[in-house]
């Protein structure tokens, strides 16, 4: 049994602490001087960086004891998404050489909402692949 709870968190929820873990670390450092100054590009990581969290956050809640709740564990992933988001951009508000920006909050929940959306459709269109 307990061998089992310990494979589901690494599998399933493993990823999600350590994927929050490496936006958190990124984002305490400065942003690197050789970026390309292309318009809206910071808005574009943060949107597909988000995407992959809220598709992390659903895939987890899918194989927890919620997963016939459909409308909950989307909800779920979406806000919490969101409220990482937002608690990255307060956190770089307060790093040095970084701001936060609520644009950039936006955008990961834009993301959030996109990568809930993909998994969802993954699943749903390819139902006996397995657990994803």
């Not at 310990?6 to 050789?34: A, D, G, K, R, T």
């Amino acid at each position: 049994m307990i061998r089992k709870r310990c494979y589901h968190f690494f599998y399933y929820w493993f990823p999600v602490l350590f994927y929050c873990l490496i936006i958190f670390i990124q984002s305490s450092y400065p942003v690197p001087i050789e970026i390309p100054d292309i318009a809206y590009a910071d808005k574009v990581f943060h949107f597909a960086g988000y995407s992959l969290l809220g598709l992390l956050f659903l895939r987890g809640f899918r194989n927890s004891k919620f997963r016939n709740e459909n409308r909950l564990i989307m909800a779920t992933s979406i806000l919490l998404t969101g409220l990482y988001g937002a608690s990255d951009e307060l956190h770089q508000h307060y790093a040095p050489y970084r701001t936060g920006d609520i644009w950039d909050v936006l955008f990961g929940l834009l993301g959030g909402i996109f990568g809930v959306y993909v998994y969802k459709t993954l699943v749903e269109k390819y139902p006996k692949t397995g657990r994803i």
